[in-house]
């Protein structure tokens, strides 16, 4: 039976001061007072069930939010394909890379305690950053290498943006995931019985892809931010994160490893085969165990690790909708948000310093507002948030390696074809 109320969240950062602010998010009875048709909506359902029907997803959880309002949020097919048990609108995700965006917030929410400074090398802080080098050349057959000197150290604004060189382990290039794997540095999708400090000081002795600040490169920079986190706090990184941001906003559903009274609700990770999904017969990235947030795992990836729920995500969204502030508590100040949203100029993409919000520079090929970001996860998870028409869409299906990614631009597309103000 489909969960549906017609509620939702919408991601949008303003960079003025929201005309109302809502403490927190509340349904609306009908999508129009919010300026959204009711039956215009229901095309989400025809596209969402035909996914579900030809098997390109096992299911999804949507959510929409305008101007603070729930307006939709329904909860299509199934949480495990096998049991035929039906997918719930509260049912867990594993969200990937959308642990980035949070990751970028506690750091700042540091910074804005004059923890550090923004240009400051990472070696102040991990000493085994001191004298970078960068990859000279590289053997496949044994994965040996040379390096040369880098230009310069690693800053903390560069692992913000990704500009500091570093890879990423298990999805990187070639030459970096065989050195990240020789040296036993993981991916943080599941790695649940290492140390996140003991392996960020390793990553601090390893070559860098290029030299610090030349271009964008996708790495392992918010797993550092995560252990500097610590380092800059004094506390495990989840207690951090539970402590300061996720019970003040209410994010009671987002973890690194979920309780056991929870576990259930973790929906089962398919794979992908010609397009039709397939229950994984392989281990995911590290050849790591899929179902590790039911673990009790010690590993607190900053860059991969969270998993969460459609309507704790859209809370933690909202907080910048509302500059900074959501239930009655301010984690930062509307100057740190517009940072956050700030182009920092990296050669390569359009990436301010909350990374996870990629914003974009124009609309001229996109129905979304000018000033608009977004990001996804692995597993098929997907966001946007525009300003302009305080809006936030997310929608979360359960698919690794998946032939159908599209499901979120589609998504995208008849959120907006249903404005009717």
Request: aromatic share 12%.
């Given at each position: ?413 008849l959120t907006y074809q249903s404005f009717a103000d």
């Amino acid at each position: 039976m489909r969960n549906i109320l017609f509620a939702g969240i919408l991601f949008c950062f303003a960079f003025t001061p929201a005309v109302s602010q809502p403490k927190t998010l509340t349904p609306v009875s009908k999508p129009e007072e919010v300026g959204l048709a009711t039956d215009r909506l229901s095309r989400i359902d025809k596209m969402v069930d035909e996914y579900v029907a030809n098997k390109w997803v096992p299911g999804a959880v949507v959510l929409i939010v305008r101007n603070g309002k729930i307006v939709y949020h329904i909860a299509y097919g199934y949480s495990d394909v096998e049991t035929k048990t039906a997918l719930k609108k509260d049912n867990i995700f594993r969200i990937a890379s959308q642990s980035k965006a949070v990751t970028a917030l506690a750091a700042l929410m540091l910074w804005e305690e004059g923890k550090y400074l923004l240009d400051e090398p990472v070696s102040k802080y991990i000493p085994e950053f001191k004298n970078p080098t960068v990859l000279k050349t590289f053997n496949p057959k044994d994965s040996s290498y040379t390096t040369e000197p880098a230009k310069s150290e690693v800053t903390i604004r560069q692992l913000f943006t990704h500009s500091s060189g570093i890879d990423y382990a298990a999805i990187g290039s070639s030459e970096f995931k065989a050195i990240y794997a020789k040296a036993g540095v993981p991916s943080g999708i599941g790695n649940n019985d290492a140390v996140l400090g003991e392996k960020m000081r390793i990553l601090g002795k390893l070559p860098l892809k290029h030299n610090p600040g030349e271009k964008w490169t996708y790495g392992l920079n918010n797993d550092l931010l995560g252990y500097l986190v610590e380092v800059w706090s004094g506390m495990p990184f989840d207690e951090f994160l539970k402590k300061r941001i996720f019970d003040p906003l209410g994010m009671k559903d987002t973890y690194f490893y979920l309780p056991k009274e929870k576990h259930s609700r973790l929906v089962t990770l398919y794979t992908d085969k010609d397009g039709i999904i397939l229950k994984p017969q392989v281990k995911a990235y590290d050849h790591v165990d899929p179902n590790y947030p039911n673990t009790a795992g010690t590993y607190f990836s900053g860059g991969a690790g969270l998993s969460s729920t459609v309507e704790d995500y859209a809370k933690f969204l909202q907080l910048f909708l509302n500059n900074g502030q959501y239930n009655g508590v301010r984690l930062l100040s509307r100057k740190t948000i517009e940072l956050m949203l700030t182009d920092q100029h990296v050669t390569g993409t359009h990436v301010g310093l909350g990374f996870g919000l990629e914003t974009m520079d124009n609309d001229y090929q996109s129905v979304v507002s000018l000033g608009s970001f977004s990001w996804g996860g692995a597993f098929n998870t997907h966001y946007w948030a525009d300003p302009k028409e305080k809006l936030i869409g997310l929608i979360f299906t359960n698919i690794y390696q998946s032939s159908h990614w599209d499901i979120g631009d589609k998504f995208k597309t008849l959120t907006y074809q249903s404005f009717a103000d």
